[in-house]
């Protein structure tokens, strides 16, 4: 199994060119997720999902879309890019069922927005 | 105030000695707990969860306390290899699968 997958790995976009983040996973894990981090502030939840078909926002979901038509793929859409989403930003995933289920996260993808 | 609030160090230690992280969170909702460790530039990756009766995972032994909302984690031995940063994770009653995590708190092991 690869895990959870993430392209490219890094990025840089000028402010308003679009994008997107690309995630797959192949352990047909039901939860996926995509998380941001910046300097001294943990890394904060941008938007999940709980199955194909299914997403909603998280705690920082402003400046991204989401969409989930396959359970292995959740990409993350920057619709105009902006200095303040220069982050690294990654993807994870956890199965169903058992509460406390560890999640799966990606190597990650580091953005700069000029 | 942070839902999960830790020291961000860094905590310099020589190999071979003990050193503690504590964590505190504020939601009295939430229900599983984990520490994570995240070494430079990588993704976080799942060190132990922690359960109310307290764990240990060889040289590491984490703790809970409920009606203090504070968690800890206590690293014995220390190896160079620990150097990383342990993130403090928590999930909500409601919502299982959204981690809330700390900013983390860096370790750094010296020779």
């Known amino acids: 199994n690869a895990g959870v997958t993430q392209t490219p790995k890094f990025q840089v976009l000028k402010t308003g060119q679009s994008m997107t983040l690309q995630c797959a996973q192949d352990?047909?894990?039901?939860?996926m997720s995509w998380y941001r981090q910046d300097p001294g502030m943990g890394l904060r939840l941008i938007h999940y999902?709980?199955?194909?078909?299914?997403?909603d926002q998280g705690e920082v979901p402003n400046g991204y879309n989401v969409s989930r038509s396959t359970t292995e793929d959740f990409p993350l859409r920057l619709l105009s890019a902006a200095p303040s989403q220069t982050s690294v930003y990654f993807c994870?995933?956890?199965?169903?069922?058992?509460?406390?289920?560890?999640?799966?996260f990606g190597p990650g993808t580091r953005l700069l927005v000029l | 105030r942070k839902e999960v609030e830790q020291d961000p160090g860094p905590f310099n230690v020589p190999e071979g000695a003990t050193v503690a992280f504590n964590c505190t969170y504020s939601n009295s909702a939430s229900q599983s707990f984990f520490w994570y460790r995240q070494d430079c530039r990588k993704e976080p990756k799942l060190l132990m969860s922690?359960?109310?009766s307290g764990n240990e995972d060889g040289r590491f032994t984490a703790q809970l306390n409920r009606a203090s909302q504070y968690i800890s984690l206590l690293i014995r031995d220390s190896k160079l290899s620990d150097s990383a940063t342990y993130l403090c994770v928590v999930t909500l009653m409601d919502s299982s699968y959204k981690l809330i995590f700390g900013s983390g708190t860096r370790l750094l092991v010296r020779p």
């Open positions: 922690v359960y109310s």
């Open positions: 352990m047909n894990h039901e939860y």
């Open positions: 994870a995933s956890r199965g169903g069922g058992r509460i406390g289920e560890t999640q799966y």
């Open positions: 999902s709980v199955g194909a078909g299914i997403t």
